[in-house]
C-alpha cells in the first residue's frame, strides 16, 4: 500500500498551513509531519475500528473540545483557521477527512494546548515522546520508542 509522499506533506501542508496561522516553528513542523506518520502512515482518511478522522486522526470529542474549549476564546486563531482552510463558522469533525490543511490545523491546536512546551525540532526521541504524552495519550496505542524512527523521517523530510 502506499500514500501520500512525506516530503510533499511536510513543505505543501504542514509547513505553510502552519506559517499561515503564526505557528509554524520547525519543532511545530516536524512534529507535526511525525504525527502524520505515525496516526495514520500518510494512508488512512479514517480509522479502521474506531472514530479517529483525517491525516493525524483525531478523534471528533477531541476535534469538539478543541472549539468549545479553547477556539470560541481564541477568535482571531479561530478566524485565521478557518480563512486558511476555506471555511466559515464551527466546521464538523468530518472535515479532517477530505481537507488536509484543516486536519493539520486541528492536530496543532491539540498540541498549542499542552502545558509543556515542544521540544527541539530535531530530537526525534522528544518529539516521539511529546507526541505520545500529548496527543496519542496514555489511553492510545502508539509506543512513543517505537516511533522515534518516524519522527527521524519527519525531521530529514
Known sequence: MSGLNIVQVKYLIVQPVLKYVDLG???????????TLVESQLTWLKQIHGPALGIAQMEPATHDDCWINFLKYKLDLANKICESCGISGQPDA??????LRYAILMARIKYLRAPDPLPESTDSEALSMYHKQHYNT???????SANISLFQQAIHA
Not at 25 to 35: E, I, Y
Request: proline share 0%.
Open 94 to 99: 468530518s472535515l479532517m477527512v477530505w481537507n
Open 138 to 144: 496514555s489511553l492510545g496505542q502508539a509506543v512513543a
Open 25 to 35: 516553528s520547525d519543532a511545530a513542523v516536524n512534529l507535526l509531519t511525525g504525527t
